[in-house]
C-alpha cells in the first residue's frame, strides 16, 4: 500500500512510493495527541464556511450516542433493505467516534524539525481545501438550488 503524500510536504521528503529513509520504519503524517483536530471545532469551522458561501447548514444537534443509536434503530425499520444494510454498520463507526483516539507521530515530528519542516496545523489548510471543494459544489449550482441545499 502506498502512503498518501499531502502536497505542502515535499516529494524529496517522502522518497519514492511515498516511504522515507529506511523501510523498516513508517512515519506517521497524522497531527498527534497535541495537535489533533476536534471534531467539534472542525464541526463549528466547516459550518462557517458554508454559511459564509451561501448554503444553508441544518441545525445542529447533539444526542447521546445511546438515544442517537435508538432513533436510528427504530427509523432503520422504515427503511429500505440496501439502506438498512448500510445503516447495521454505523454502530461501529459511532463505537470508534466514541473511543479514545491517538496516534502518535513523536518520530515523524522528530524527522522533519531535523529536516527543517515545519507540518502545518489544520486550521492553516482547511479554508483553502473546503474552498476549492465549494467552488465546484458552488458552481455548477443555481443560486436558488444553494440556498434549498442541505450539507
Keep these: 500500500m502506498r502512503a498518501m503524500i499531502p502536497k505542502n510536504i515535499p516529494s524529496e521528503v517522502c522518497g519514492d512510493g511515498g516511504f522515507v529513509g529506511d523501510p523498516e520504519w513508517v512515519l506517521h503524517l497524522c497531527a498527534g495527541p497535541e495537535r489533533a483536530t476536534r471534531l467539534t471545532e472542525l464541526r463549528e469551522r466547516v459550518r462557517g464556511l458554508f454559511t459564509a458561501r451561501g448554503l444553508q447548514v441544518p441545525p445542529c444537534i447533539s444526542l447521546p450516542p445511546r438515544v442517537f443509536s435508538g432513533i436510528l434503530h427504530l427509523a432503520s425499520?422504515?427503511?429500505?433493505?440496501?439502506?438498512?444494510?448500510?445503516?447495521?454498520?454505523?454502530?461501529?463507526?459511532?463505537?470508534?467516534?466514541?473511543?479514545?483516539?491517538?496516534?502518535?507521530?513523536?518520530?515523524?515530528?522528530?524527522?522533519?524539525?531535523?529536516?527543517?519542516?515545519?507540518?502545518?496545523?489544520?486550521?492553516?489548510?482547511?479554508?483553502?481545501?473546503?474552498?476549492?471543494?465549494l467552488d465546484a459544489k458552488t458552481a455548477a449550482q443555481p443560486a436558488a438550488s444553494r440556498r434549498a441545499a442541505v450539507v
Excluded: H, K
Design 77 to 133: 425499520r422504515f427503511m429500505a433493505a440496501e439502506t438498512r444494510r448500510a445503516v447495521g454498520t454505523l454502530p461501529v463507526f459511532l463505537d470508534y467516534l466514541g473511543s479514545e483516539q491517538r496516534f502518535e507521530n513523536a518520530a515523524t515530528r522528530r524527522w522533519l524539525e531535523e529536516a527543517g519542516i515545519a507540518a502545518p496545523g489544520w486550521e492553516s489548510y482547511i479554508d483553502t481545501v473546503l474552498g476549492a471543494y
